[in-house]
């Protein structure tokens, strides 16, 4: 059969609420035009985040009522980490309640004032947590990542050249840590190749400088990498991610992405010394190291959705139904980062609205137009998320103003997607009359999440 299906029923349903465009008018309006201070309920399709966002499976439903909740030892933690550790292959597993934990303990322990933390493109979060403990954050994204049309298939990988420069230039004692994000979320959802994760342990190697894997959507990278990566057409998805860590000697993972919880995450690495001091702090701020954070039905639930999501038949549904909106969409002209990534469509709003300028925010323009129009929840990737260096005050375009559409996994079916796309077609056809938008209050720190926007 040449037609891809959805590989699942569905047994339980949770209602959508339909609203006028005058409703909504009001609403984001009400919402100082920043669609996170929006009511969920008041979403048609949310497509603000994957994150915790997806269905879980009656296997995982079904182990969260085995969760043992005792404080420590609890047979919970000893199925989580023992399905982390037969996946990632770390020595040492520290659960967090979330991936920006992991992050948050994993810099505080390594990061010093004078840092420089290279990663193909850091998310928010990380980019955040380096910023906070006066690290500087800094971004290598391959060339190919520039042409947001071409198909090339590895738009993800970092920059082998940049990041030599840079070890070269201020070595081990600057650069406590190389990272490398799979896939590439701010970078439009590309993968990594193989051959770019064993280059950039070469170079981390033969510096000496730890090299950890941000590994929220490895399996999807691992989907990608059996597809477009030579060699590797024959291997299970299971193969290939353990591979990928292989090469590392850490990772910090969110739960809430590959392996379908709707919270969670946890932080590796094959250093005991370090895992000591980071179940130190793990104590004081997440809890005791065999929950840290976690209940004993997520610790469940998440070592269940970790085996889903490596499935090969849940991966093709997942890779096929992004290119499905991807591709309607380039076949109308609308700009969008092609090749399709995993999680995500990235609508180029730059070019999508080429007259209103990056510091008047295209992206978050878009956004509210998509919402006004159908309802439709999305985050704007660019100026309002990257603009501001936070140790200046100073703002600045970012490299692209995108508009992620991100999908929830197991969630939306494919007339929810061909209604995403009728409305994306109804904003283009009036893209002439949108009008930039101005911010009126937003904090220093991930300022997109509660910043006010009005109009120019
Ligand atoms: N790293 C990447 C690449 C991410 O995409 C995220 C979260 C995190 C780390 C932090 O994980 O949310 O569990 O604390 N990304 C979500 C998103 C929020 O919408 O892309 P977390």
């Not at 049309?149 to 004692?173: C, T």
């Not at 597809?227 to 809430?256: L, N, Q, V, W």
């Amino acid at each position: 059969m040449k037609t891809i299906i959805e590989p699942f029923r569905i047994k339980m349903i949770e209602p959508i609420k339909l609203t006028t465009r005058e409703q909504r008018e009001q609403m984001i309006r009400a919402a100082h035009y920043n669609p996170f201070r929006l009511r969920a309920e008041d979403v048609v399709i949310d497509l603000l985040t994957d994150s915790g966002t997806s269905a879980m499976s009656s296997e995982a439903w079904g182990a969260m009522m085995r969760g043992d909740e005792s404080y420590a030892g609890a047979r919970s933690w000893y199925r989580f980490r023992d399905t982390v550790k037969d996946i990632f292959g770390f020595k040492q597993v520290i659960p967090t309640h979330q991936g920006r934990a992991a992050e948050h303990i994993l810099f505080g322990v390594m990061v010093k004032p004078d840092s420089i933390v290279p990663n193909n493109t850091h998310f928010d979060t990380t980019r955040g947590n380096i910023e906070f403990v006066g690290g500087t954050p800094v971004d290598l994204p391959c060339v190919e990542a520039d042409d947001l049309d071409s198909d090339a298939p590895f738009k993800g990988n970092m920059n082998i050249e940049a990041l030599e420069k840079l070890v070269a230039e201020h070595g081990p004692q600057r650069i406590p840590v190389i990272m490398v994000t799979i896939t590439n979320n701010s970078g439009g959802g590309q993968p990594v190749s193989m051959a770019n994760i064993r280059e950039i342990s070469r170079v981390a190697r033969s510096a000496g400088i730890p090299f950890y894997i941000d590994a929220c959507r490895f399996a999807e990278n691992a989907h990608f990498i059996k597809h477009r990566e030579k060699g590797f057409a024959d291997s299970a998805p299971i193969d290939i991610a353990r591979e990928m860590f292989s090469y590392a000697d850490g990772c910090t993972m969110s739960a809430k992405k590959d392996s379908f919880g709707n919270i969670g995450g946890f932080l590796c690495t094959n250093d005991a010394e370090l895992a000591h001091k980071e179940r130190n702090i793990l104590i004081m701020t997440e809890g005791f190291p065999t929950y840290g954070g976690l209940a004993g039905r997520d610790l469940e639930a998440i070592a269940v959705g970790l085996r889903e999501t490596l499935d090969e038949h849940y991966l093709d549904y997942r890779l096929l139904s992004t290119r499905y909106v991807v591709e309607r969409l380039r076949e109308s002209g609308i700009p969008v980062m092609a090749p399709a990534g995993g999680h995500a469509v990235y609508l180029d709003a730059r070019r999508f609205l080429p007259q209103i300028e990056p510091l008047q925010y295209p992206g978050q323009s878009l956004s509210v137009e998509l919402y006004i129009e159908a309802g439709i929840r999305a985050v704007e990737i660019g100026t309002v998320m990257f603009g501001l260096d936070a140790h200046t005050g100073e703002e600045s375009p970012a490299r692209h103003d995108l508009l992620r559409l991100a999908i929830p996994r197991r969630v939306y079916t494919q007339s929810h997607m061909d209604y995403v796309l009728e409305a994306i077609n109804l904003v283009w056809g009036r893209r002439e009359q949108i009008r930039g938008m101005k911010i009126v209050k937003a904090p220093r720190f991930l300022r997109h999440f509660t910043a006010h926007f009005d109009y120019v």
